[in-house]
């Protein structure tokens, strides 16, 4: 009898935690390593945060937390919803989560049954694919490309619905293109969909106020997708909480019936200090963390310049998030200081152990002709690796 489920032997490995691990093991041994791969803000979290924390110790917050949320929180995440997304929720609709990624998984398990297909636009974050799979749905990937911005037309919508389609998946921002849709492309997206009504949309908003040029916009905000739109949000990027573990959405109420009931059976409640925390997070105006953002957009347009100077990367300009996901396939085929570039694996690995700098190959989100290169790095270390960088393929 076979000791490992098929389960667990059929799930690829998250490449960006693998790569993670590697650059750790380089460091490990003495190297200069600059990690670019993990898609993690390298600020601290902001002091007011920490602060409610500290005073939910004191007040001693140390019991176990309703499956779905504190009510005091969900009454941050409807403020938050109605205040930064004009979308009106009720408390039935709001479940809280050990992180976004549970959220995610909490959905995939409540929507999907064996050989329900759900549509994912290429390139999607990494663990997208996986966590369908997990629950035996099967992914239905879009490719994109870098002359359309890495997002999904209309039309390519409409070819890929098929009668087995149960959902479509997507981030905007997008994890890893920082691709925004303006509400008129996702208008264009919902008049794909009103045909097809028994076809339900996950917007992943993680990244949603990491934004360069204003005006986010969400698929639920349209009366008529409203009720077929599950909003996944958290705290991870915008508030520099990842390691919180705060993540929610909002959702038709027999969803969110649906996510609580088995989140019930799998982790219960999120953790009590980190829930009070983003109660205050989440009831203070976005302007209070805007250092940040500023902070990501000039360090894009700064990675965006020295990339465009390195030949055989191709770049489109990110609109939010805080990542780069230049072409490389200029570099395919190439034999660059004794080694063989055969695909974006290859150059990531090849970056690694010569240029000490870690990168995410593409293949994992979809398009292996692209790296993920994050710029949650200090300018100097966004400088001293593009420098490497150009050294290590000249």
């Not at 019991?63 to 929720?89: C, H, M, Q, W």
């Not at 994912?120 to 996986?130: E, L, N």
């Not at 849709?181 to 919902?190: G, P, V």
């Not at 489109?316 to 780069?324: I, R």
Request: charged share 20%; aromatic share 8%.
């Amino acid at each position: 009898m076979q000791l490992l489920s098929d389960r667990v032997l059929n799930m690829a490995t998250s490449a960006t935690l693998a790569m993670a691990a590697k650059a750790r093991e380089l460091r490990n041994e003495g190297k200069d390593i600059i990690g670019l791969s993990l898609g993690e803000p390298d600020f601290d979290t902001p002091d007011f945060i920490k602060e409610a924390a500290i005073q939910a110790i004191n007040d001693n917050y140390n019991s176990y937390t309703p499956v779905d949320g504190y009510g005091e929180l969900k009454d941050a995440i409807i403020t938050k919803f109605k205040r930064d997304n004009n979308l009106t929720y009720t408390p039935a609709q709001i479940v809280v989560s050990t992180g976004a990624k549970q959220s995610l998984a909490n959905v995939a398990a409540v929507l999907t049954n064996p050989g329900d297909e759900v549509i994912v636009p290429c390139p999607y974050w990494v663990s997208y694919a996986d966590i369908v799979k997990l629950y035996d749905g099967v992914p239905v990937e879009v490719a994109t490309s870098i002359d359309t911005d890495f997002k999904m037309t209309p039309e390519q919508l409409e070819a890929a619905i098929t009668s087995k389609t149960k959902m479509i998946w997507f981030s905007s921002p997008c994890n890893p293109s920082g691709s925004i849709y303006s509400a008129e492309e996702l208008r264009a997206l919902a008049d794909v969909l009103v045909k097809y009504p028994n076809i339900y949309v996950v917007s992943d908003e993680i990244y949603e106020h990491i934004n360069y040029v204003g005006g986010h916009a969400s698929m639920a905000q349209f009366e008529d997708m409203y009720n077929r739109t599950i909003t996944v949000n958290g705290v991870s990027k915008a508030f520099a909480m990842t390691g919180w573990r705060i993540g929610y959405i909002g959702a038709p109420e027999k969803i969110a019936r649906a996510c609580n009931k088995i989140q019930g059976q799998m982790t219960s409640g999120a953790n009590c200090i980190a829930q009070r925390a983003t109660i205050t997070a989440l009831n203070e105006s976005p302007e209070r963390v805007k250092y940040m953002i500023d902070e990501f957009k000039v360090r894009r347009d700064l990675i965006l310049g020295l990339l465009n100077d390195i030949e055989g990367f191709e770049c489109n300009t990110p609109q939010g998030a805080f990542y780069v996901f230049p072409n490389v396939s200029a570099f395919f085929g190439k034999t660059i200081k004794g080694q063989t570039i055969n695909n974006a694996s290859d150059l990531s690995m090849f970056l690694l152990e010569e240029a000490l700098v870690a990168t995410v190959d593409g293949a994992a989100f979809g398009n292996p002709n692209c790296l993920r290169i994050s710029y949650a790095a200090s300018q100097e270390q966004i400088i001293e690796a593009m420098k490497r960088i150009k050294e290590a393929v000249s």
